[in-house]
T-cell receptor
Framework: AQKITQTQPGMFVQEKEAVTLDCTYDTSDQSYGLFWYKQPSSGEMIFLIYQGSYDEQNATEGRYSLNFQKARKSANLVISASQLGDSAMYFCAMREGSGRRALTFGSGTRLQVQP | DTAVSQTPKYLVTQMGNDKSIKCEQNLGHDTMYWYKQDSKKFLKIMFSYNNKELIINETVPNRFSPKSPDKAHLNLHINSLELGDSAVYFC?????????????FGPGTRLLVL
């Protein structure tokens, strides 16, 4: 079974509108972390936002927020007021357990912001 | 200031050659990683080092050998390159402590095997 599922291969959004990128995860660990990364066409991986499994509040970082629904095992990324520069691949990732463990990535969602 | 750097950025080589990719981080992190991103953009962990000690070694052909001379450097040597090795290789680093341990990525090395 896939540990991280991103069901939207591609998404379109109009500039200045909000968009939600879906991510569901599968783990039996009680302690885990969820991350979102952005990969623009230039190729680098940019960290956007983190949510810990024990965090009671949804994480926010500027225009990015994470809609964390633990019971449903979902960690959707919400981008408000989309900008043309938001066009990129977005990856959801999970680190299971505690300690120095690798990230497991989803297959990504390509977001295109239209003027 | 470059946090995680990789050299070279692009690598084009012939099948059967041996090549190395270097990674350096100046974030003071104690853990470093190598990830492979295939042509479908899927990212997968290959190796992880903590304080120069190998702690993660996924199912990777033994033609791939990581080496960490110190906490700030993690190199990847690939012997007898094959067409299927063509991919983008990312180095990343993180700091132990706390729950977050965010991994910061280098710019990637685009390897093309002809």
């Amino acid at each position: 079974a896939q540990k991280i599922t991103q069901t939207q291969p591609g998404m379109f959004v109009q500039e200045k509108e909000a968009v939600t990128l879906d991510c569901t995860y599968d783990t039996s660990d009680q302690s885990y972390g969820l991350f979102w990364y952005k990969q623009p066409s230039s190729g680098e991986m940019i960290f956007l936002i983190y949510q810990g499994s024990y965090d009671e509040q949804n994480a926010t970082e500027g225009r990015y927020s994470l809609n964390f629904q633990k019971a449903r095992k979902s960690a959707n990324l919400v981008i408000s007021a989309s900008q043309l520069g938001d066009s990129a691949m977005y990856f959801c990732a999970m680190r299971e357990g505690s300690g120095r463990r690798a990230l497991t990535f989803g297959s990504g969602t390509r977001l295109q912001v239209q003027p | 200031d470059t946090a995680v750097s990789q050299t070279p950025k692009y690598l084009v080589t012939q099948m059967g050659n041996d090549k190395s990719i270097k990674c350096e981080q100046n974030l003071g992190h104690d853990t470093m990683y190598w990830y492979k991103q295939d042509s479908k953009k899927f990212l997968k962990i290959m190796f992880s080092y903590n304080n120069k000690e190998l702690i993660i070694n996924e199912t990777v052909p033994n033609r791939f050998s990581p080496k960490s001379p110190d906490k700030a450097h993690l190199n990847l040597h690939i012997n007898s390159l094959e067409l299927g090795d063509s991919a983008v290789y990312f180095c990343a680093s993180s700091r132990a402590g706390g729950n977050q341990e965010t991994q910061y990525f280098g710019p990637g090395t685009r390897l093309l095997v002809l």
